[in-house]
């Protein structure tokens, strides 16, 4: 017994050697790979920004360069094929042709005129919102504004043809008052287009009246300013940002809106006649006409950008 208790120790020193005699064991791969990841911050980030880029270049950019060789190509009127030289043709259709510059002209005319109703609209909205109404109220202000957004486009703009349809419910309304809606025509247009993008102004608005402070408001009514002078000089500058920004929304949806003028009037925008060449098909003056509110959504955003309004979005 004494002899086997003596060799106990003796194993385990043994043992004990032999572990520390061993090589100690090197890391896993993916360990290395984590390392040489917390190495390479830049490299962590490219790999990260891998898909989404990719997929901006290959989905979103590589349809613009086809739109845009797409508009260079011409369509032979008595085959209906597709050359594919190079040619400024389609270009200076639209430039001679006046039905191109009537329709352009006329789409820029109705975004302009529903951006600047939205605006007058939304403004005493969202001032109630942010500087009246108590925060259960406009909780469920905020609410009714977001409702409309969650039904389908297509439902909103049938019911509005129905509406202001000859026996819809608008002129029967106004029909013991000897009045009239105004029918499905532009100015019908107008009203529809309105409704639809008016909550992508008030929203802008309101978020921008809340940055406010209201210290500047005190500030103004101690110096004497009064509730115009006020509203000129201290608010509107400070939130014509956000008016800027809401107006990106309402000008470029109403530029490239097609359906709701199709339901609603039978006058010719551009979305019409975009969809109508792809009707034929002439695809070569579709792409090009397609450039036309992209270049004008363009230039749009370079003057908003100009006037502050992506940072107060």
């Known amino acids: 017994m004494l002899r086997r208790r003596s060799r106990l120790p003796r194993a385990a020193m043994s043992a004990n050697r032999s572990a520390a005699a061993s090589p100690a064991p090197t ?37 613009l360069a086809i739109l845009f060789l797409n508009a260079g190509w011409s369509r032979d009127p008595f085959t209906g094929l597709v050359h594919r030289e190079w040619t400024l043709a389609n270009f200076g259709q639209l430039v001679t042709n006046p039905l191109y510059r009537t329709v352009t002209l006329r789409t820029i005319g109705m975004a302009v005129a529903v951006t600047v109703t939205c605006a007058v609209l939304a403004f005493p909205i969202a001032y109630y919102m942010a500087r ?32 202001l349809s000859v026996d819809g419910v608008l002129n029967w309304a106004l029909a013991p008052l000897g009045l009239r809606g105004p029918g499905l025509n532009e100015v019908g247009l107008w009203l529809v ?29 101690d110096l004497g300013g009064r509730g115009l002078m006020t509203f000129r000089r201290v608010i509107l500058p400070l939130v014509f940002p956000a008016l800027v920004a809401g107006s990106i929304f309402t000008f470029s949806l109403t530029l490239g809106d097609y359906i709701a003028p199709s339901l609603i009037t039978t006058t010719q925008f551009i979305g019409n006649l975009i969809l109508s060449n792809f ?21 749009y955003l370079l003057i908003a950008r100009r006037l502050g309004a992506f940072e107060a979005l």
Do not use: C, D, H
Not at 35 to 56: D, I, S, T
Not at 134 to 152: E, K, N, Q
Not at 193 to 221: D, K, N, Q
């Open 27 to 63: 890391p896993s791969a993916r360990r290395r790979v984590v390392a040489a990841f917390e190495r390479r911050p830049r490299l962590r980030l490219g790999l990260l920004l891998a898909g989404p880029v990719g997929w901006l270049v290959i989905a979103y950019l590589g349809s």
């Open 193 to 221: 287009l309105t409704y639809l993008w008016l909550p992508y102004m008030i929203l802008p608005v309101f978020a921008g009246l809340e940055r406010i402070p209201a210290s500047l408001l005190e500030a103004s009514a």
């Open 132 to 163: 009246v109404a108590s925060t259960r109220v406009r909780g469920l202000l905020v609410v009714a504004i977001l409702m409309p957004l969650w039904s389908s486009y297509l439902i909103k703009a049938y019911i509005w043809r129905q509406i």
């Open 279 to 299: 009707g034929v098909p002439n695809l070569p003056l579709a792409a090009t006409l397609s450039i036309v509110p992209l270049l004008v959504v363009t230039v």
